[in-house]
């Protein structure tokens, strides 16, 4: 049967066998050999339950396609049949890939990041997802950190109570008695069906895979290497055929269990085998889809390795640390956790609107890119909270984030760079493609400050620019302009941006 599917959409397989085994997620081996045009790519199958195994496969050329699928199942074994790809839809544009510094679509449609975090939300009733997911539309998120496996800790040194059980297990068994062995299909459903809501609005899915917030309540932390990769074998195999799909490796990949203190954190920086793990995700993942590895703010960001396509980094500090893991790594860097908008008393939840507006603009003054997150309790909830569990965001921050993407949106953002004749990392800072178009980014008024806008090059008579001046804090535009910094002065004044594109 012939059939058709979109660039870059899923085609998917279902199959079957009469053999009943011992475990069908480990007893039986099944790939399938897709081809086009003399391209060849090998794509692994999964077994989703009641007999039914799937092979995903995402098309990145448009045509005819072959397939033959192979497994030591005889039901299953030598299949083969055709389909065809058409042309992506309009908001298609293909998964997201590291180019230099920076990010950009299959189809050379730069991606800006512009994250936001909700740890848990995949697993919360349909009414608190569909707020949710309203909730990044409105304010131009595309990019959400979210963990795989549930997440739980109440009391201790935090404020709030992160306990709500999922409506089932990512595995078979029960609590601190799971078969890692046997993945729980169901629970794989439904974070898939999160993924591909996603993707319906055209934001990333930064998937975190492991990370230490169990505290004894599940045991899910405490699997073994070997199961790791069964594990990690197994997602790959269901979710990397969508193309909204990022990998990161941990949360917290620092952060792990004292042995002799149970139920205690400690710092560590080999609490699993990070690079076996990276190595087999680069190696099994058949689209290359975006890795990284998030740290806790005190430990250590991870060092750069091959199978890294980008920096994923937690720290206060958005902009000169960024600016050092930009020239060290010479990858994507993204500030992933600058601590969150809230009103919590630790101080990781607890930033200002104005903070945390300022912390993402010098992140982008940096020329990387950050995370955003709201952690609010209302009326004495410290249950849920936007953070973990979704739901409303409520912060000041949120509308004006999306106002800056909007002015980064009209920069040539890929092209520019640090314009440190115009910065003083402080007070204004400036980033630009040589003389055609500057972005300014003002903190702190400067009285008779003057900038050196297209002094380097242009006429004697300085050149002309169209600007346009923001009020990043109230989103909103100030005034259009045509100006020529050598005769009509630029004020520095707070909370501002300008952009500057030289007049034709």
């Not at 994250?115 to 998120?141: D, I, N, Q």
């Not at 980008?310 to 994507?332: A, I």
């Amino acid at each position: 049967m012939n059939s058709t599917v979109e660039k870059w959409g899923i085609f998917e397989l279902q199959l079957c066998s009469k053999i009943n085994y011992n475990n069908p997620f480990t007893d039986v081996k099944l790939k399938a050999c897709f081809y086009n045009s003399g391209c060849k790519k090998v794509v692994h199958g999964f077994y989703d339950g009641d007999g039914i195994y799937k092979i995903r496969f995402m098309p990145e050329f448009e045509g005819e396609y072959s397939y033959t699928v192979f497994s030591n199942d005889p039901d299953m074994n030598n299949i083969s049949g055709t389909f065809t790809v058409t042309p992506p839809s309009e908001n298609n544009h293909g998964p997201v890939k590291a180019t230099g510094e920076h990010f950009t679509y299959a189809d050379g449609t730069p991606f800006f990041v512009m994250g936001t975090t909700a740890y848990a939300w995949h697993y919360r009733p349909a009414e608190v997802r569909e707020r949710t997911l309203r909730s990044f539309s409105e304010y131009g998120f595309n990019k959400i950190r979210m963990l795989f496996f549930p997440k739980h800790y109440t009391g201790k040194f935090n404020a709030v109570d992160v306990s709500y059980e999922p409506p089932c297990y990512p595995f078979e068994g029960e609590p601190k008695k799971f078969d890692f062995t046997r993945p729980n299909p169901e629970y794989f459903r439904l974070f898939e069906e999160r993924v591909k809501e996603l993707g319906e609005l055209g934001i990333e899915a930064d998937v975190i895979l492991f990370h230490p917030y169990d505290y004894g309540h599940w045991d899910i932390d405490r699997m073994d290497e070997e199961d790791a990769l069964l594990y990690l074998g197994y997602i790959i195999n269901r979710l990397s055929a969508f193309r909204n799909v990022w990998w990161s490796l941990a949360n917290e990949y620092d952060i792990g269990y004292d042995e002799d203190n149970p139920g205690r954190l400690t710092l560590g920086k080999t609490h699993r085998s990070w690079d076996v793990i990276g190595e087999y995700i680069k190696a099994n993942d058949p689209y290359g889809h975006p890795r990284s590895c998030h740290n806790i703010s005190f430990g250590w960001i991870y060092p750069d390795r091959p199978w890294m396509t980008h920096v994923s980094y937690q720290h206060p500090d958005t902009y000169t640390l960024m600016l050092e893991l930009k020239r060290e790594y010479k990858k994507p860097v993204i500030n992933d956790e600058y601590q969150y908008e809230g009103n919590l008393p630790d101080c990781w939840g607890n930033s200002s609107a104005e903070l945390t507006l300022l912390r993402h603009w010098l992140s982008v003054m940096a020329g990387g890119y950050a995370t955003h997150g709201e952690c609010f309790i209302t009326d004495g909830n410290t249950r849920d909270i936007f953070w973990s569990y979704g739901g409303d965001m409520i912060g000041g921050s949120a509308p004006c984030l999306k106002f800056l993407k909007e002015i980064v949106m009209t920069c040539p953002w890929q092209e520019m760079k640090r314009d440190y004749i115009n910065t003083d990392g402080h007070n204004y800072f400036s980033l630009s493609k040589g003389n055609e178009f500057y972005l300014l980014f003002f903190k702190n008024e400067m009285k008779g400050k003057t900038l050196w806008i297209g002094f380097r090059e242009g006429s004697p008579d300085g050149n002309l620019y169209d600007a346009v001046f923001y009020d990043v804090k109230n989103c909103k535009v100030i005034k259009s302009c045509r100006i020529n910094p050598r005769t009509d002065k630029i004020e520095i004044t707070g909370w501002t941006a300008v952009t500057m594109k030289l007049a034709e």
